[in-house]
Structure formats: C-alpha cells, structure tokens
C-alpha cells in the first residue's frame, strides 16, 4: 500500500533586483548608520558642552586674523599684544620702542635678526628708541651617541644667552635680565661632511630662535608687569 506523505513546505524569499543595488535596504542600512553618527556626536556635545562652539570661534577667528590656532595653551601672539599692566595701552610700542645692543659672532648675528623680527625693532615708522636691549650667546656641545669606530654619531648643542633690558635714559635705569636656555641634537652623517654642516646649522637656527622667542615672552611680560609711567 503506498504511503502518502504531505508535500514539502517551500520558502520563499525576497532577494534584492540586482539592477537596483539603492534599494531598500541599502537606505536602511544608510540611515541606520547616519543614526548612530548622529547620536554619537549628540553624546560627545552632551559630554562637553560648549566645546564645539569653542572650536567654532577659534575657527573664525583663525581665518579672520590669519594667526595659529594655539587653543588651550594660553599663548598670546606680541603682534596682537596685551595690555600694560591692566592699563589700556598695549605692549607692541613698548617692544618696538626697544634698541638692539650689538652681538658677535654667526649665533649672535642669527640672534639680532631674529629678535628684530619679533620686537619690530628696525621699523621706519615705529616709536622711537626708549630702551636698549643686550644680549649675549655661547654654545656647547656634547657627544651622546657613538659609532663602532669611536667616532661621534650625535651631538647635544646647548645655547645660553644672557640679556639686560635697561632704559636709555641717564643714567639708565635696569628694567629686567635673565638667561635663556635652549637644548637640541643633531646626528652627524656617516663620511659626509656637508650633511654634518648642514644639520649643524640646522641645529643652531633652531636654537637661536627658541633663545629669541623666550627672550620676546620675557621681555613682554616685564613690560606687563611694570607699572605705567
């Protein structure tokens, strides 16, 4: 007697037309992860509020004024300066006001002209000369590293320059000094002596701005700190 046995259910199923690769689920998928982006970024501006404002400012203000966007460092450019001692005149005449003593040697001449570069001091059309700046550098280096010969293959240079600021009045009258300090390294090339020169004085431009640039924050922050005449 032959058995009767029901019929297989079969399955059915929607496969995607291949000629439309933007179907459905494609947008499904789209506006699913365009969701997830979206509250990702509703969370972090829920975690930090006001930080996308902030960046939205400092955006603005970096193309308006063309200046490096140093947030949160607290840096303030000398060429959009503070002001004097909580008065309201600012520090850019006070630094262009400043005569450069002279200096020696290639580190001091790299020195004078990269200090002119940020006090204005050799402008036309600035104040004229209330103050006079001198300075000094010397350098020192130091081996650090060795190759199997014994020959160096690093050096650490050093560079040290004191500075007066006094005023040009007689008799002059000293408004602040200090020393600054800068440290860097440079790796000698192996039997080529025109690389070794070239990273060395990489090296000491390097250094010499570093010099000129603590010098420049020193001397604005004795003006701020001077009371106004």
């Known amino acids: 007697m032959p058995s009767s046995r029901p019929p297989r259910p079969r399955r059915t199923c929607s496969v995607p037309s291949r000629a439309s690769p933007s179907g459905s689920a494609s947008m499904s998928q789209a506006e699913s992860s365009t969701s997830s982006s979206e509250a990702r970024s509703e969370a972090r501006s829920e975690a930090h509020p006001g930080a996308t404002g902030r960046r939205a400012l400092l955006g603005a203000l970096g193309a308006s004024l063309g200046l490096p966007l140093l947030a949160g460092c607290g840096f303030e450019p000398l060429n959009a300066p503070p002001s004097l001692g909580g008065g309201t005149a600012d520090l850019g005449p006070e630094l262009a006001a400043i005569r450069l003593g002279p200096t020696y040697g290639r580190s001091g001449q790299l020195l004078h002209q990269s200090l002119e570069r940020r006090l204005a001091a050799r402008d036309p059309s600035g104040p004229a000369p209330r103050y006079l700046l001198t ?22 240079l050093t560079m040290t320059a004191p500075w007066t600021l006094s005023t040009l009045s007689v008799p002059p009258q000293r408004i602040a000094a200090g020393t600054a300090r800068a440290v860097d390294s440079f790796n000698l090339a192996d039997l080529e002596f025109f690389s070794s020169v070239v990273s060395s004085e990489a090296a000491e431009r390097r250094l010499v701005d570093r010099v000129a640039e603590d010098i420049a924050l020193r001397l604005a922050l004795a003006f701020r700190e001077r009371p106004a005449a």
């Open 135 to 156: 300075t000094s550098i010397s350098s020192a280096s130091e081996a650090q590293g060795y190759r199997r010969d014994g020959s160096p293959s690093r050096f650490r």
